[in-house]
């Protein structure tokens, strides 16, 4: 559906993601929330400033892009919104209230899923004064700057994702699964080119942490295979870096992006964020 909405907007990066200006999410019509989704499936990710939306909120804005996922660890979501997932340092009566140096190592949620999520949206609480930016990597412009001969060479790989081998080798809170967690989310292969169903457009979607191995190739040599794709997608051409301000909302399109946290003085700063996610489906 083509919206009527004109949204005033300025790119991320030259050929990737938008920010759209003078839009008051908790009070937005229909059709301008219409003109974000639209935005956002046109841009790969999107960026509002100045925000201020309550958990409820939060949910009811991005129900507008499909079904709101679920969280995989539960035990830091909000109390009372199932839906949002807390990004903290903070600790309160001696607990954690959010997950820690989440995300870091560049990676798409949920790949270890048979069907990873479509969207990820951060709203920010609470930052720092430096460290903790975002980072997003365009993997469609990585695809298309690959030479024909290496596109025909990748084309067709297939990787094996795997969530017990992510949890058992990440750098940050290695775990063991429980018998539940492993049976909730087995193995699954996933194609390396990724296609997106709104427009054909093709992705590199080469991921870290869940890769166990590319199918049919021996490992080191498979794993050497993803790290060398991973250093090619995260080159600076591709990659726009997000420093945050309170308020802000931050999305992009998992189909079609590789992102990473980045680490800062969590002695001297706290940081809070809200994570809430989209149902996706099957890559192809």
């Not at 509002?48 to 079904?67: C, H, K, N, Y």
């Not at 990440?170 to 427009?199: C, M, W, Y």
């Not at 049919?216 to 726009?240: K, R």
Request: aromatic share 10%; glycine share 8%.
């Amino acid at each position: 559906m083509t919206t009527t909405v004109q949204l005033k907007t300025r790119p991320l990066k030259p050929g990737f993601g938008a920010e759209l200006i003078d839009v008051d999410l908790a009070h937005a019509d229909a059709e301008t929330v219409s003109g974000v989704v639209e935005a956002f499936h046109k841009h790969g990710a999107i960026l509002l400033r100045g925000q201020t939306m309550d958990p409820t909120q939060l949910v009811q804005f991005i129900s507008a892009f499909g079904e709101p996922e679920d969280h995989t660890q539960t035990q830091f979501t909000l109390p009372g919104h199932p839906k949002v997932f807390i990004l903290s340092n903070r600790v309160v009566d001696g607990k954690p209230i959010g997950a820690h140096n989440d995300g870091v190592g560049w990676h798409t949620d949920y790949s270890y899923k048979a069907e990873p999520v479509m969207c990820t949206m951060l709203y920010a609480a609470e930052v720092p004064d430096e460290g903790s930016d975002t980072l997003l990597a365009d993997q469609c412009a990585a695809w298309n700057a690959l030479s024909p001969e290496r596109q025909a060479e990748l084309d067709g790989l297939m990787l094996h994702h795997s969530y017990q081998y992510f949890m058992s080798t990440r750098e940050f809170g290695r775990q063991e699964l429980s018998d539940e967690l492993k049976a909730a989310n087995p193995d699954v292969i996933h194609p390396l080119i990724r296609t997106h169903p709104s427009d054909g457009r093709k992705a590199l979607w080469v991921s870290t942490g869940t890769v166990k191995e590319v199918v049919g190739m021996p490992n080191p040599q498979g794993l050497e295979l993803i790290d060398e794709l991973v250093d090619w997608v995260t080159q600076d051409q591709f990659v726009f870096r997000h420093k945050w301000q309170v308020g802000d909302i931050l999305m992009w399109d998992n189909r079609c992006t590789l992102h990473t946290g980045t680490l800062y003085d969590d002695t001297k700063y706290f940081r809070t964020m809200h994570r809430l996610w989209v149902k996706g489906d099957k890559p192809f």
